[in-house]
């Protein structure tokens, strides 16, 4: 099972367990627009993405985020947790 959890701007979390890889438009979706990766933890499989023009139109701050990518991290954030590609 993969386990993603997206963490939103109002301190929001949902998890989300599926046994597929997501694709490119449930990414998109999550992060509510185009999808630009943040390394957080490659070396054990943990990987961020998020909006890429979140800076451009203004969403708000995700401190949960931030802290997590020790980077400022704007709107939506999909953390992919032990996650490995096939």
Do not use: C
Request: aromatic residues 12%; negative net charge.
């Amino acid at each position: 099972m993969n386990q993603i959890i997206v963490l939103y701007p109002n301190g929001d979390v949902t998890p989300i367990t599926q046994k597929e890889i997501p694709t490119l438009k449930q990414v998109q979706d999550w992060v509510k627009g185009y999808v630009e990766p943040v390394s957080i933890d490659p070396n054990f499989g943990h990987e961020m993405y998020v909006n890429e023009e979140g800076l451009l139109e203004g969403l708000p701050e995700n401190r949960f985020a931030s802290l997590v990518a020790r980077q400022p991290i704007v709107g939506n954030a999909v953390v992919f947790v032990n996650f490995y590609w096939e």
